[in-house]
């Protein structure tokens, strides 16, 4: 909206920011240091985020280092996504309680009072796109997800664009990130250079709202300019690539490619790639009971695509090997999602590669794929 504006706030305005989410009753959400890893958290202050902390990653590794800037944001993203607060791990669907001769049914979903208020500090431009995704997936068709709704309808969103990129991310190459460009009610890009301030971005005027109160001045053009040319460079040092062309004719017609057997070999089927993703949506429902059988309850849990059980039907498995799992895994994520929602189920946020126990790299395994298409219907590779 030409109205909205880009304004400069000093680090001390980001605690006025917290402040302000909290009074009007938000659950404020960010990254926040936990052990040796950085999570995603209830925040209060901005003593709660990672200052001074950058991370490396690359495949099976991920490690913390100090930064010398004191940045609130000069980590990449981390082993969670927000999903897990929009579409919880375990939700409670039924609960029944005996009374007498007969049960009790209660129904948590609509008979909670209102949902939490979410405000979600610190969204990466490639989970800003995955919140979009799954909203198609929960709320863009025929089947609407009235529990992941209601969480998304009061959610707060505060993007930040990336000054430096990740060691496993592709974002750039998915045309996601590094930079945020719809889906936010305010987008920060955190600047250190002669001083450390942060630009704020306007994306609606619910975000044009609570900047009432937050001490800022207008950023001038060459503020707005140098923050720019950060994330522009941010995305030519982007760790990965994946050639985003022709994905659905590619591995459609390659679904027994020798590459899948070589994949399959080294992978555990441990489910920790769909686990850290942040577009899988995977569930399993199940009926639990007490010992007495006097209450029971029906929960959904996430559950994930390469568990043996996950396409189980009379007679076994659909998918019985590793190899299948992952082959099914990958086409999805890169062709018949888009069959099912016009868009990539992958946002090149990294974090398949950087947790896979075995370092299996999705934009590796594409590209040998995509080479021998490329052999095949050309006549020559990309190299």
């Known amino acids: 909206m030409s109205t909205l504006r880009t304004y400069r706030i000093k680090p001390d305005a980001l605690n006025e920011l917290i402040q302000s989410l909290q009074r009007e009753h938000y659950t404020v959400i960010g990254p926040t240091l936990r052990g040796a890893a950085i999570v995603l958290d209830k925040i209060s202050s901005t003593s709660d985020l990672p200052i001074g ?3 490396e990653q690359a495949p099976a590794q991920y490690r913390l280092v100090d930064h010398a800037p004191a ?38 979903l609509h008979e909670a009072e209102k949902p939490v208020r979410y405000a979600f500090l610190g969204v990466r431009a490639c989970d800003l796109s995955a919140i979009q995704i799954q909203d198609m997936v929960f709320g863009g068709g025929a089947y609407r997800d009235s529990a992941y709704l209601r969480l998304r309808h009061e959610a707060f969103i505060i993007a930040v664009n990336c000054t430096r990129a990740g060691g496993t991310c592709f974002c750039s190459s998915l045309r996601t990130g590094p930079r945020a460009r719809t889906g936010f009610d305010l987008a920060l890009t955190e600047v250190v250079d002669k001083e ?62 020798p590459r899948w057997d070589v ?121």
């Open 71 to 108: 940045t609130f944001f000069g980590a990449s993203v981390g082993p969670q996504s927000w999903k897990q607060f929009l579409f919880p791990p375990v939700l409670k669907f039924v609960s029944a309680k005996k009374n007498g001769t007969s049960y009790e049914m209660t129904d948590p």
């Open 263 to 383: 994949v399959g070999q080294r992978c555990l089927s441990c489910a920790n790639c769909t686990m850290v993703c942040p577009t899988c949506f995977c569930t399993t429902v199940e009926d639990v009971t007490d010992l007495t059988g006097a209450e029971a309850e029906r929960l959904r849990k996430w559950d994930s695509c390469f568990t043996l059980d996950f396409s189980y039907i009379h007679g076994g498995s659909v998918r019985s090997s590793s190899r299948a799992r992952y082959r099914h895994w990958l086409t999805h994520k890169l062709a018949s999602w888009m069959d099912q929602f016009g868009t990539f189920g992958c946002v090149g946020c990294g974090r398949c590669i950087t947790w896979c126990p075995v370092g299996i790299d999705i934009t590796e395994e594409f590209r040998v794929i995509r080479e021998t298409y490329l052999i095949n219907t050309k006549g020559k590779s990309t190299t």
């Open 196 to 257: 450390h301030f942060l630009l704020v971005e306007v994306g609606t005027e619910k975000g044009e709202a609570l900047l009432a109160g937050v001490t800022k001045e207008i950023a001038s053009d060459d503020e707005r300019e140098g923050a720019d040319r950060a994330v522009r460079a941010a995305a030519q040092l982007t760790g990965r690539s994946l050639e985003p062309e022709h994905t659905r004719e590619i591995l459609y017609s390659n679904a027994e490619h």
């Open 53 to 55: 902390k950058t991370d």
